[in-house]
Structures are given as C-alpha cells and as structure tokens.
C-alpha cells in the first residue's frame, strides 16, 4: 500500500474548454485526491499533525464522530490501522446499530480497518461535544486522543501549510483558489497560510444549507494574521448536505468524462460547478488564474 510522501507534491494540472477560454481565464485542478488512495486530499492534511501530536502524548487510541458516509471517518480508521492506533468512532443515527449487513460501504470499510462503532442517537449525537459527555469518554477510555466530527481543529487547520506551500511553488500566480466547505478547516488553512498578493482570493463553496454559522469559527481558526480576501459561497449547496439533483449528478458525469478527473458526490462536484457559475456570472475577471483544489473523498462514490 503506497503511503504519503510529502517529498512529491500531488499534480497541478492546467484544465481547458471553450468556456474559459471565451472568459479569458486559466484554470488548474490540484489533485490532492492523488496523495493517498485511502486517507486522501485534504483529511490527510487535517490528520497529519493531529496523528504526530497523539503520538508524542503517548496516546494509543483514537476517537472521533460522524456520519454513515463520512470521508472523515474512512481516513481515521484506515490512517490508525496504518499508524498503530486503536480508535473508536461516534456514529450519527443508531438505527442500523445492530444490522451490520445494511451499513454504508464507508462503515464496513472502517469495521475491518478494525474501527470500534458506536452508533448514538440523533439526540444523544448533538450532545458528543458537551462537557459532560467529554468527560465520560476521558473517564472510559483513558490514553485516547480525541479528534472532532470532520477532524477541523487547530493542528488540522495548520496541516495546511505545507499544501500551500506547493501550491504557491507550482502556480505561483494564482489569482483565484476554490474549496469547498463542510467545517470549514480547510478554508480556513488556505487562507491563513495563502501568499498575500492584491488580486488574490480564496473562495470556499458550502456544500450544506444555511453554513453562516460556519463563519465566527472560520474566523478563529485563521487567528489574526494579515490575509488575502476570502469568501463563503452560499448559494451552491445544491438542496443541501449530500443531496445531489439530476443537474449536478449531470455535470458530475460530464466534468469526468471530459477530464478523465473523478469528482466525489458530496464536495468537490458543488465546488466546481459553483465555480462555473460564478465564472458564467462574470464574477472572474479576464486574466485571472483559477485553482480548484481537489479534495478527495472519492471513497464516497461507492
Ligand atoms: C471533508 C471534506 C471537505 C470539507 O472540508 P472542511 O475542512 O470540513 O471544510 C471537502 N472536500 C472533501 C472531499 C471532504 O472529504
């Protein structure tokens, strides 16, 4: 199984159609799904930091929370088995709990990677982030390193350097920069380790209804260092969190057999068609250079 090598930056590639050109933009695609076949594009990031961290406090076990398809999940079990960890993980719902045969590909996936399952109620599932329940799993497990639903916190957030740093060595000129968003951690490490030139901007695509709350938290995480502009694009979630309409299942199907790119279901299809209506809109100005940044996932598409 190959692993990361952060030697080998994943490739920048220039994209082209009629369209771009008639706007007179360049266009890339950083293909950060290519840097691991199982923890990819940007959890690997998010994961890297907070792995070295667990490791040097002794940590031997894992725990995090999400949902049945999470991508989050899928990379923390198969980045524990790779690194050593027990780990344990918070599932969203417990109707499937003890139906091991309905679970999602990404459950019995994460089951042989030899992820521990706990399936909480809807109800009991909001409550994973109080005080109390914190407690309880400091008190159960003790010598586990905990990680957030979606894996975003501040060494996640910093994981992000060093994919900006060959970003800005590859397409120096860069002018435009997509993601798209859940938590908003990955934004937030674009922004916060992007060069600062005038022209810049960095736009990040909700892929979930109503994501204003998002904002105060993205704020924090890039902290108060001088940054380029940057934006939350709300308008493209396309009915909401891992809904996809025949429109965007349409585009998704168009966008890889033009490009021979694989787009995953939840993210990285709502990001590229936000940027093609934005484009469409006249939002880009002539000239600019775009970087759509490829953020993985693809594990979502079984
Ligand atoms: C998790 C994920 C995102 C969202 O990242 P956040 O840091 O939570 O905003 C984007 N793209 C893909 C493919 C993801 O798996």
Not at 91 to 117: C, F, H, V, Y
Not at 121 to 144: M, P, W
Not at 270 to 281: G, R, S
Request: with cysteine; charged share 20%.
């Amino acid at each position: 199984m190959p692993s990361h090598n952060s030697e080998i930056p994943t490739p920048l590639i220039g994209i082209s159609i009629p369209l771009f050109d008639r706007h007179n933009v360049t266009v890339s695609i950083k293909r950060d799904d290519l840097n691991h076949p199982n923890i990819q594009g940007n959890k690997w990031h998010k994961l890297k930091l907070n792995l070295a961290r667990a490791k040097k406090d002794g940590k031997d076990t894992l725990i995090t929370f999400g949902g049945a398809y999470s991508n989050h999940i899928a990379a923390t079990a198969f980045a524990a088995r790779e690194q050593g960890f027990k780990c344990i993980a918070f599932i969203r719902g417990d109707e499937l709990a003890n139906q091991p045969s309905q679970w999602s590909p990404t459950l019995k996936n994460a089951a042989e990677n030899g992820m521990q399952l706990h399936f909480l109620s809807r109800q009991a599932y909001r409550e994973k982030d109080s005080k109390s329940f914190t407690k309880h799993l400091n008190t159960q497990f003790h010598n586990a390193y905990l990680l957030p639903e979606g894996g975003s916190n501040p060494l996640a957030v910093a994981g992000f350097e060093s994919l900006m740093h060959d970003i800005e060595t590859q397409q120096p000129e860069w002018t435009h920069l997509y993601t798209a968003v859940g938590t908003g951690g990955t934004l937030a490490g674009l922004v916060k380790y992007a060069k600062i030139k005038p022209e810049r901007s960095i736009q990040g695509v909700a892929v979930l209804k109503q994501a204003d709350y998002l904002i105060p938290q993205i704020k924090e995480w890039i902290g108060d260092v001088p940054h380029n502009n940057w934006s939350l694009l709300q308008t493209y979630h396309g009915g909401g969190y891992g809904k996809l309409s025949n429109e965007l299942m349409q585009f998704k199907q168009a966008f890889e057999t033009n490009f021979k790119i694989p787009l995953d279901p939840v993210y990285t299809v709502k990001m590229i068609n936000a940027f093609y209506q934005e484009l469409q809109l006249g939002h880009i100005k002539k000239g600019s250079h775009v970087i759509l940044l490829h953020t993985g996932g693809l594990q979502g598409n079984r």
